[in-house]
C-alpha cells in the first residue's frame, strides 16, 4: 500500500506519460456507464424526490406527504414491522452464516471450492423460483407437513408460511450468500500466525477462537451484518408470497401506494425516507468496513 | 424542443389552411399504435384481428406495453400522446372520463356488428368479457354459494383470495348474506367483517397465475380467482354462480393523432365481428362482446367461457360508478386492513 509515493526508489516513472494517455481513455470508457447511471438512476431519483414535495393541490412544494407519513397510525407499524423483521433476519443470517463460513475454511482446498459453489449456486437462480421453492418444501401440503402428517406426528398441518415466520425463512434462504461470502473472505485473510502464537503460549482452542480469531473477523461481521440489513428493509416477493399477502412490508407498502392506489406523492415520501434511512445504515457500513483488516 | 415546437406550429399552421374542423375528412394512418397490458389475450388479438386487418386495410397495428390510465395520465402530463388507443378496467374508465382524458367513441364510425349492451359505453368500448369466480380443488366439498364458499367450519380449508378490493370486498359481503341484487351501494362494514371471520384460513394472491398454483399444490382448497385462470385446469372444479362478470375496454385519449384515430374506429369494428371474437377464445377463454357467439365457441368447454348465455346469467355486473364515487373510502378502509392485519 506505498503506491507511487514519491521517495520510492528505482528509475523515474514516465508518469506524464502515463497522464496524458490514460487519462482521456479512462474517462470515454466510463462515460456510457456515467451518462447511463444519471438518465436511468439519478435523475428518476431527482424526479421522485420533486414528487415527495408536491402539494397535487397547488403549485408550492409541501411536507404534508412527510407528515402523513411519519404521523399516521397505520404506516408506521409497517416500518417498525420491517425494521423488526430486517433484524431478525439478519441475525438468523448472522448466526447460520459465520459457523458456516469458519467450517468452510477449515476445509481441504478443493471442499472449499465445492461449498462455496453450493453457497453461490443459488445466486444463479431466480428468486421467484427460490421463493416458490419454499411452498413446496414448507407450504400447508409441502414435504415436511406431509411426512410430519405421514409419521402421525401432527394432525394439521404447521403453519410455517403465510406469515411471518414463512417471510423470514425465505429472507434469510435469500440473503445467506451475501453474509457468507465476505466473512469467508474475512477469515481466510486472519494471519494463521497469530492463531500458532496463541497456541504457543498455551491458549486453549476455546480462547484462541474467542480471545484472538472472533475479535479480528468481529469488524467483517458486523460490516456484513449491516449490509444484510441494508438488503433485507427492500424485500417485495418474499413477504407477498411467502407472507400470503398477511406479512406487508414498506416495498409491499409501496407498490400499494404506487400501482393500486394513485398516491405517487406519499410512495415518493416513504421511497425518500427509506433511502435516507439506508444512506445512515450505508455510511455505518463503510466505516465499520474501513476498520476490517486489509 | 425547439424543433418540436417549430414542427408542432407548422402542422398547426397547415391544419388551419387547409381549413380542417372536421375529423372525418382525415383519412386513417397506415400505422395504429396500441397500448394495452399485453399477455395471451392480445397475442390472440395479433393474430385473429390485426392479421387479417392489415390484409384488408394495409393498417399495421403494434401494441405497446403496458396500458391502463396511469400511462396514459403520464402522457398527458409529459405532453406528448402515442398511441390511439389505451385498454382499461372497468374501474379507470369513470376515472378517466372525471380527469377529462377521454374521446367519446364514435359508435357511428365502428359501426358494430351487434354486441352486449354493457360492453358498447360513451367513453369506451368492452372487447373482452372475464368472470371472477369461485373455484376449489375437485377434492374438496363444493360450495353452492358465496355463504357457503366463506363458511370454514362446514367447508374446512385454506381459501386464496385476490389482493385487489375491488375483486374481493363485493364476494366478501356476499359472503355474510347480502343478497345479489343489493351488493350495491356495498356495504363495506359487512364485507370486512367476513374477512376477519376466516383471516387465519385467507392466503392473498397477487398474479392471477397464484390460484390455479395454490389449488394444484393443495396449499388452498377454494379460490376466488378470474374465470380463464381456472377454467379447464385439471383437478380444480368452477362455478359461475354468483360471479362478477367484467369486462376489459378499450378507450381513446384526447389529443391522440386524428389520422390514427380514424384506423382505430375501424379496428374496433373488427372486435364486433363474432367470426373474429370465435377465433380469439380459441387461444384464450375470454370472449368477445357478440350475443351471438356461443354456436361458434369450441362446445366442449362452453361451460368455461363468462358469457356463455347459462353463465352469464348467473353472474352479475360490478357498479363502476359506485367504485368511483367511494373510492377514497374503500382505499383508506382497504388500506387499514392490509398494513393493520
Known sequence: ?294 | MKHNFLLASMALAATAALGISNASAVDPSKTLLINDAGGQWVEAVAKCIDEPFFQKTGIKVTHEVPGGIAKLLAMVESGKITGALFDGETGEIEQAKAKGLLKKIDWAKINPEPMFDEAKQEYAMGTSFYSTIMAWRSDAKAPGNFVEFFDTVNFPGKRALPNYPGFILPFAALGDGVPVDQLFPLDLDRAFKTLDRIKDDTIWWEAGAQAPQLLQDNEAQYAISWSGRVAGKEGVTISFNQGMLDMSWFMMPKGADPAEMEAAWLWLHEHTVKANQACVAQYISYPGPSPELDPLLPQDRLGEFPTYSENKKVQWLTDAKWWFDNVDTVQKRWEEYKLQQ
Not at chain 1, 407499524?77 to 459457523?99: K, M, S
Not at chain 1, 403465510?162 to 423470514?168: K, T
Not at chain 1, 449491516?226 to 406479512?247: E, H, M, N, Q, R
Open chain 1, 1 to 294: 500500500m506505498t503506491l507511487a509515493s514519491p521517495t520510492a526508489s528505482g528509475p523515474a516513472r514516465p508518469v506524464a506519460r502515463r497522464w496524458s494517455f490514460t487519462r482521456p481513455t479512462e474517462v470515454t470508457r466510463i462515460l456510457p456507464l456515467f451518462i447511463l447511471v444519471v438518465l436511468c438512476f439519478d435523475v428518476p431519483l431527482l424526479v421522485a424526490l420533486g414528487w415527495s414535495v408536491r402539494d397535487p393541490k397547488g403549485p408550492d412544494p409541501t411536507l404534508r406527504h412527510y407528515i402523513d407519513f411519519t404521523t399516521s397510525p397505520i404506516y408506521l407499524p409497517v416500518v417498525w414491522r420491517t425494521i423488526e423483521l430486517a433484524a431478525i433476519v439478519t441475525g438468523f443470517c448472522a448466526i447460520l452464516g459465520y459457523p458456516l463460513a469458519l467450517w468452510i475454511t477449515r476445509l481441504s482446498a478443493g471442499r472449499q471450492l465445492v461449498a462455496i459453489g453450493l453457497v453461490i449456486i443459488p445466486f444463479w437462480i431466480s428468486i421467484l423460483v427460490r421463493t416458490y421453492a419454499w411452498i413446496v418444501i414448507l407450504g400447508n401440503a409441502g414435504v415436511v407437513n406431509r411426512t410430519l402428517k405421514e409419521l402421525g406426528l401432527i394432525e394439521k398441518s404447521i403453519p410455517f408460511l403465510y406469515n411471518e415466520l414463512g417471510v423470514a425463512i425465505g429472507m434469510v434462504n435469500v440473503l445467506l450468500p451475501f453474509m457468507v461470502l465476505p466473512i469467508y473472505a474475512a477469515m481466510l485473510r486472519v494471519d494463521s500466525r497469530l492463531l500458532h502464537v496463541a497456541a504457543t503460549l498455551g491458549a486453549s482452542s476455546f480462547s484462541i477462537f474467542w480471545r484472538v480469531f472472533f475479535p479480528i473477523t468481529l469488524p467483517a461481521l458486523s460490516a456484513t451484518m449491516a449490509l444484510v440489513f441494508i438488503l433485507s428493509l427492500g424485500f417485495y416477493i418474499t413477504p407477498a408470497i411467502l407472507g400470503g399477502g398477511k406479512v406487508p412490508l414498506i416495498a409491499n407498502m409501496m407498490d400499494m401506494f404506487i400501482n393500486r392506489l394513485p398516491r405517487w406523492e406519499l410512495a415518493s415520501a416513504v421511497a425518500m425516507t427509506l433511502l435516507l434511512v439506508t444512506l445512515l445504515l450505508y455510511a455505518g457500513y463503510q466505516w465499520l468496513r474501513s476498520r476490517t483488516p486489509a
